[in-house]
């Protein structure tokens, strides 16, 4: 079976993928995660990406469709995390699977309501050294600006800044409602509400990968 996660930044996808990861034995691939892999590893797909990257451009959709295809596993359960993101990168994903004898299974797209992301992610802090995660309302550490673990400094990561979140969740709607669209066609489409618990949200996905799955 083979899952795409639609949703916003700070929707819960990754904490969701995690979760069928342990418990049901699907593979999570995150395109950001392989992308540092890549990197990493100085495969020659990570090479290029690199140059991408340091020029501070977008990858190209071909490599990472590239990247994908080299980690997508012949058997099990796979879950797509960050990809496709655009309708581009969702039609070459259907090219990929009809070569390869797959289809996708089923998109699950995480609903959250801005203000929620935004609040979520503006307050999240980061420690310097160890790379431990607090929130300065819903998990705040024992000392401001302290590391509870290794008394590290905590620090706002760019990107969890309020304007450039804000910035970051247009981007993520104007690119994804036409990827919406192309799935709603193909009739694979399952909204949730990601502002349920982390456990009833589970629940809901396992039924849904359960049913005609």
């Known amino acids: 079976?083979?899952?795409?996660?639609?949703?916003?930044?700070?929707?819960?996808?990754?904490?969701?993928?995690?979760?069928?990861s342990q418990r049901m034995g699907f593979l999570h691939l995150s395109t950001g995660d392989i992308l540092r892999e890549a990197v990493k590893k100085q495969t020659p797909l990570g090479i290029k990406a690199k140059e991408y990257m340091d020029r501070g451009e977008l990858v190209p959709d071909s490599l990472i469709i590239a990247l994908i295809e080299e980690n997508l596993p012949?058997?099990?359960?796979?879950?797509?995390?960050?990809?496709?993101?655009?309708?581009?990168?969702?039609?070459?994903?259907?090219?990929?699977?009809?070569?390869?004898?797959k289809e996708l299974s089923?998109?699950?797209?995480?609903?959250?309501?801005?203000?929620?992301?935004?609040?979520?992610?503006?307050?999240?802090?980061?420690?310097?050294?160890?790379?431990?995660?607090?929130?300065?309302?819903y998990n705040p550490p024992k000392k401001e600006g302290v590391c509870d673990l290794c008394g590290g400094n905590l620090v706002q990561r760019e990107d969890d800044k309020e304007s450039v979140v804000r910035n970051r969740l247009e981007v993520y709607r104007r690119q994804t409602q036409p990827l919406i669209d192309f799935y709603k066609k193909k009739s694979?489409?399952?909204?949730?509400?990601?502002?349920?618990?982390?456990?009833?949200?589970?629940?809901?996905?396992?039924?849904?990968?359960?049913?005609?799955?």
């Open 74 to 101: 012949e058997e099990g359960g796979v879950i797509l995390d960050g990809f496709p993101r655009t309708l581009a990168q969702a039609e070459a994903l259907d090219n990929m699977l009809n070569a390869k004898g």
């Open 188 to 213: 694979i489409i399952y909204k949730l509400d990601a502002m349920k618990g982390v456990e009833d949200l589970f629940s809901e996905i396992e039924g849904i990968i359960k049913d005609g799955g």
């Open 106 to 137: 089923k998109v699950l797209v995480f609903e959250t309501p801005d203000e929620v992301l935004i609040d979520r992610l503006s307050g999240r802090r980061v420690c310097s050294n160890c790379g431990a995660v607090y929130h300065i309302k």
């Open 1 to 20: 079976m083979i899952l795409v996660f639609i949703g916003p930044p700070g929707a819960g996808k990754g904490t969701q993928a995690k979760l069928l």
